[in-house]
């Protein structure tokens, strides 16, 4: 089991930035995806980006490529999400989620993510 915990969230206007963090612990070592989500009010859960844990490599959806940026320290079993140019649009509560790898499925499947944080709002205001 792996329990996840994020922070950092918050109220920023328009183009301002906001860094999340998600401490990992428990079995970290089977995790093979980390990955961020979010969800608006009204609107289905959506895959924001992922990483490797082990390896690196990420991978964004295409409305917050050049502006959002997923690194990791895995000494500190943490992921972060450094959110820059931020957008009203971008407002939703964020989910940082991993799991052992799923054969057949890519890092935006949610079959990859067994393991879900309670989520973190994150507000932009215009």
């Known amino acids: 089991q792996v329990q996840l915990v994020e922070s950092g969230g918050g109220l920023v206007q328009a183009g301002g930035s906001l860094r999340l963090s998600c401490a990992a612990s428990?079995?970290?070592?089977?995790?093979?995806?980390m990955g961020w989500f979010r969800q608006a009010p009204g609107k289905e859960r959506e895959f924001v980006g992922a990483?490797?844990?082990?390896?690196?490599?990420?991978d964004y959806t295409d409305s917050v490529k050049g502006r959002f940026t997923i690194s990791r320290d895995n000494a500190k079993n943490t992921v972060y999400l450094q959110m820059n140019s931020l957008k009203p649009e971008d407002t939703a509560v964020y989910y940082c989620?991993?799991?052992?790898?799923?054969?057949?499925?890519?890092?935006?499947?949610?079959?990859?993510?067994?393991?879900w944080g309670q989520g973190t709002q994150v507000t932009v205001s215009s």
């Open positions: 990483t490797r844990w082990s390896i690196g490599g990420t």
């Open positions: 428990g079995r970290t070592f089977s995790t093979y995806y």
């Open positions: 989620a991993g799991g052992p790898f799923v054969a057949g499925d890519g890092p935006r499947s949610l079959r990859q993510y067994a393991y």
